[in-house]
């Protein structure tokens, strides 16, 4: 006797199923991208041995990696102008990625011709200023938002797609390259 499929209790409209599935691609790619860098870094670093280097890089974060590997480029100089421009795109949707990977997400609306979600980003941020007075003015303010579509996500896709075929030609470059 065949087994029979559970239906799934979760039921979303056609919408938001579409954003809530381009959202994961979205996190899926960052993920690709910041692995491939650890790759780079590794390459770049000339160690041939993947289980030390990623040992050692394991708990940098996507930061660390992009200057790292800014650092590396630069001392091994090999096709340094397209690594700096990688490095530059990776570092314009680094901006966004922690938003969208650890950010709380509205539910999706139909709005404009698109689709939208408010991410929430719950973070005390702290700013000073100096009062024509003289004095400091401290503030404080919890969490910040911003409304983001489905075509600007889809945009970051693609995004990113061009940043990891990028990184896998030059790590196939990287591959006959020897760095000692």
Same mark, same amino acid.
């Given at each position: 006797m065949a087994k029979s499929k559970k239906k799934s209790s979760i039921t979303l409209e056609d919408h938001a199923r579409d954003f809530y599935c381009y959202l994961g691609l979205l996190s899926v790619r960052f993920a690709?991208?910041? %692995? &491939?860098? =650890?790759?780079?870094?590794?390459?770049?670093?000339? !160690?041939?041995?993947?289980?030390?280097?990623?040992? $050692? /890089? @394991?708990?940098?974060?996507?930061?660390? %990696? &992009?200057? =790292?590997?800014?650092?590396?480029?630069?001392?091994? !100089?090999?096709?340094?102008?397209?690594?700096?421009? $990688? /490095? @530059?795109?990776?570092?314009?949707?680094?901006?966004?990625?922690?938003?969208?990977?650890?950010?709380?997400?509205?539910?999706?609306?139909?709005?404009?011709?698109?689709?939208?979600?408010?991410?929430?980003?719950?973070?005390?941020?702290?700013?000073?200023?100096?009062?024509?007075?003289?004095?400091?003015?401290?503030?404080?303010?919890?969490?910040?938002?911003?409304?983001?579509?489905?075509?600007?996500?889809?945009?970051?896709?693609?995004?990113?797609?061009?940043?990891?075929?990028?990184?896998?030609?030059?790590?196939?470059?990287?591959?006959?390259?020897?760095?000692?």
């Amino acid at each position: 006797m065949a087994k029979s499929k559970k239906k799934s209790s979760i039921t979303l409209e056609d919408h938001a199923r579409d954003f809530y599935c381009y959202l994961g691609l979205l996190s899926v790619r960052f993920a690709t991208m910041e %692995n &491939l860098l =650890l790759h780079m870094v590794s390459k770049l670093s000339g !160690n041939n041995d993947d289980i030390a280097a990623f040992t $050692l /890089l @394991e708990n940098n974060n996507l930061h660390q %990696n &992009l200057e =790292l590997a800014k650092k590396l480029n630069r001392l091994r !100089n090999f096709h340094a102008d397209y690594i700096t421009r $990688l /490095l @530059e795109k990776i570092a314009s949707v680094k901006k966004i990625r922690n938003s969208f990977i650890h950010g709380v997400w509205s539910s999706p609306v139909e709005k404009d011709n698109d689709i939208v979600a408010l991410c929430i980003v719950d973070r005390v941020q702290f700013s000073e200023e100096v009062h024509q007075s003289g004095k400091p003015i401290r503030t404080w303010q919890r969490g910040s938002y911003k409304e983001f579509g489905l075509d600007f996500i889809t945009e970051q896709i693609k995004v990113l797609d061009d940043v990891i075929f990028t990184q896998h030609t030059l790590l196939e470059k990287m591959q006959d390259h020897d760095f000692d």
